[in-house]
């Protein structure tokens, strides 16, 4: 058993690494979300006492926007906790930086901003001459800086994440990044500025090589915007069309983060009973990974 426990993990992790740059890291995480369960079983045995830290290391470094696709970013932050402590100087340079550009993904209040590791990973990948995993962690490291308050920091990493473009790269790549840049004005102060570049990209991301995950990250990204832009019936009327799509029907954190724009709006016009009834319970937010209501309150 244990020698086929760990084969499942270590297959899991071949499969999740062999996806390339064709599609977002995104993209690819939410096609293995139907394995749930046989991640979950190789994480269980990799972190017990029959287990081995290193395959933990790279069911972590690999796996964090699996579970965020599925909605279970408290579950994907505690294998983070449980792993971290293992990623020291023994560790392999490019593992150790595949861990820390895996942990740029985490959105979850139970776990810390990592926002520096992401810049020791870039550093590791530059190293190594590996423009892509380091164009993957400068846009990962400006997202955590972004949230964490360093906007000057973000700007930093997405100036040389610029220089790294590629015409030849896949469009999820110029996607990704002007995200990032419309993701750094929203969370700097500037919700216009941020809702302009946006909207840009979201036309930028349409047709056969859109990604509807990005399209889906991009549509929480406007009714953020147009929340601090004080229009709660725009978000309405747009959160719930999110909402009420069917194909593809939005899921697991991205549906969370949708019905608390709604919620907040519904309150701020004075539709409390509706806002009260639209809200989710405090377990489901946990288990959504999301924060209590009184720091969502205060943000």
Known sequence: M???????????????????????????????????????????????????????IELAAETTLVWFAVGANDEGAGLFRTVEPWVDE????????????????????????????????ADTFRELGDRESLFKALFGGALQFNRAGKPEAAAAALAEAETLLDPAWPRWTRVIYEFAVGSLHYWSGDPARARVRLAAIQTMNSGEEGEPIQREQIELMLLGCDV??????????????????????VTGFNRAVAQCFIVAALAKIG?????????????????????????????
Do not use: C, N
């Open 90 to 121: 023994t560790t392999p340079a490019a593992l150790a930086a595949r861990f820390w550009l895996g942990a740029t993904g985490l959105y979850s209040a139970a776990t810390r901003m990592v926002g520096e590791e992401a810049m020791k990973a």
């Open 2 to 56: 244990a020698a086929t426990r760990r084969k499942l993990a270590l297959a899991l992790v071949a499969v999740l690494r062999s996806g390339g740059f064709k599609q977002s890291p995104l993209a690819l995480a939410a096609g293995f979300a139907a394995d749930i369960a046989h991640l979950r079983a190789a994480a269980a045995w990799a972190v017990g006492p029959d287990g081995d830290r290193e395959v933990a």
């Open 271 to 299: 539709e409390v009973t509706k806002a009260e009834g639209s809200a989710l319970s405090e377990d489901e937010a946990v288990a959504l990974g999301l924060p209590e209501r009184g720091t969502m309150a205060a943000a």
């Open 228 to 249: 601090a832009l004080g229009r709660p019936f725009d978000v309405v009327r747009f959160g719930r069309e999110v909402l009420e799509r069917e194909r593809p029907r």
